[in-house]
């Protein structure tokens, strides 16, 4: 069955910093790969995808992430990190299923920056 | 460009009652896919609907139904909600041409008493 690791739930990150949240997937196929961002109360905001191509990509914030086929691995990195980064981070796998894609999300990583 | 609506913002029910939260998909998009999140948990897959049709469903009960209208708008409905039923609902909208990620909305906070 698919699913998504996110093995730490809090990181706290001073603001300047480098940050990694880390992301590991279980797929059989060549996967489709998300993260998304949650401020409190709100919905999810993508930052970055890979469907092929370029192992490493680019987001929106100055977010990126490289995928790692041997270590099931697609992990989310910004060089500095701002205070307004502070948020809950979700890494998704898309499953797709007679043309149709869903989500398969991991149990999140809440970032907290200190000042 | 409106993005994905969903109505209400928050509810609250009792047990036992029915709910319909409804969802407006972002302008040129056609497939609406519904989303649980309890609290401090990833979204959780509900089901798709697609030109009207249910097309995937996750690991929910019957209780849990939904509808999509012709102009892409969709409702999702529970009935006798239980405890366990209190959650971040969340509305994604895409384009089944398209390779394109899944677009959220604001969700519909429901709790139950």
Redesign the interface.
């Known amino acids: 069955a698919q699913s998504?690791t996110q093995p730490d739930i809090h990181i706290t990150v001073s603001e300047g910093a480098s940050l990694e949240l880390r992301c590991n997937y279980s797929y059989g196929a060549t996967p489709y790969l998300?993260w998304?961002v949650q401020s409190p109360?709100?919905?999810?905001?993508?930052l970055l995808?890979y469907?092929s191509g370029d192992t490493l990509v680019q987001g929106i914030k100055g977010f990126e992430a490289e995928f790692k086929r041997s270590q099931s691995s697609f992990n989310l990195r910004k060089p500095s990190v701002h205070w307004s980064d502070a948020a809950e981070y979700?890494c998704?796998v898309?499953v797709r299923?007679?043309?149709?894609?869903?989500?398969?999300?991991?149990?999140?990583t809440r970032l907290l920056v200190s000042p | 460009d409106a993005g994905?609506t969903q109505s209400p913002t928050h509810l609250i029910k009792t047990r036992g009652q029915q709910v319909t939260l409804r969802c407006s998909p972002k302008s040129g998009h056609d497939?609406v896919?519904w989303?649980q999140q309890a609290l401090?948990?990833?979204?959780?897959?509900i089901f798709?609907y697609?030109e009207e049709e249910e097309?995937?469903r996750?690991n929910f009960p019957d209780r849990f139904s939904g509808h999509q209208f012709p102009n892409y708008s969709s409702e999702l409905n529970v009935n006798a909600l239980l405890l366990g039923d209190s959650a971040l609902y969340?509305c994604?909208s895409?384009s089944?041409s398209s390779?394109q990620?899944?677009?959220?909305?604001?969700?519909t906070?429901l709790s139950i008493l």
């Open positions: 998504v998300f998304y109360g709100q919905g999810l905001q993508l995808k469907f979700f998704a898309g299923n007679t043309g149709f894609q869903k989500l398969v999300f991991g149990t999140g | 994905v497939t896919s989303y401090g948990q990833g979204p959780q897959f798709q697609y097309r995937q996750g969340l994604a895409s089944y390779n990620p899944q677009h959220f909305g604001d969700g906070r």
